[in-house]
């Protein structure tokens, strides 16, 4: 897969000359002046995001996104004590126990799911099934 990268902020995405807002945001940037308990659930979700194959972060101005071939959810907030994500799918998934918020994206293709993360052991066989079809349907 050949992606192409911006010249001005070095993201990558699938089309050349992908429209897009460039951003001087860091991961650091986010991450700096969170709690211990913040940080450490969200490297525990990432390290076991990656694990499932290839994708990278891309902070924006109000959230981390991940993509692979395409962008497949997001970091939505960095609490106090928690992590919020978004996973994004071509349909919802009401059958869960694990999603505290399902919302469409306007234009009714994909629909936003959104999960807490408080504590390591909410990333669970459950939450890691629906990362694993959010980064294939984005690959």
Request: with cysteine.
């Amino acid at each position: 897969m050949t992606l192409w990268t911006c010249p001005v902020c070095d993201q990558r995405f699938v089309n050349q000359n992908q429209r897009h807002s460039c951003n001087e945001k860091t991961l650091d940037d986010f991450l700096d002046g969170k709690s211990l308990q913040t940080l450490d659930l969200f490297y525990h979700f990432i390290s076991a995001y990656k694990k499932m194959g290839d994708f990278v972060l891309h902070p924006a101005k109000s959230r981390i996104a991940f993509a692979a071939r395409i962008r497949f959810g997001y970091i939505h907030r960095l609490g106090k004590d928690y992590v919020d994500v978004v996973l994004t799918f071509n349909q919802p998934h009401h059958d869960n126990l694990c999603f505290y918020r399902i919302g469409e994206v306007p234009g009714g293709k994909y629909f936003q799911h959104y999960l807490r993360i408080m504590k390591r052991e909410d990333v669970n066989e459950e939450v890691r099934k629906y990362m694993k079809m959010a980064l294939d349907n984005g690959s």
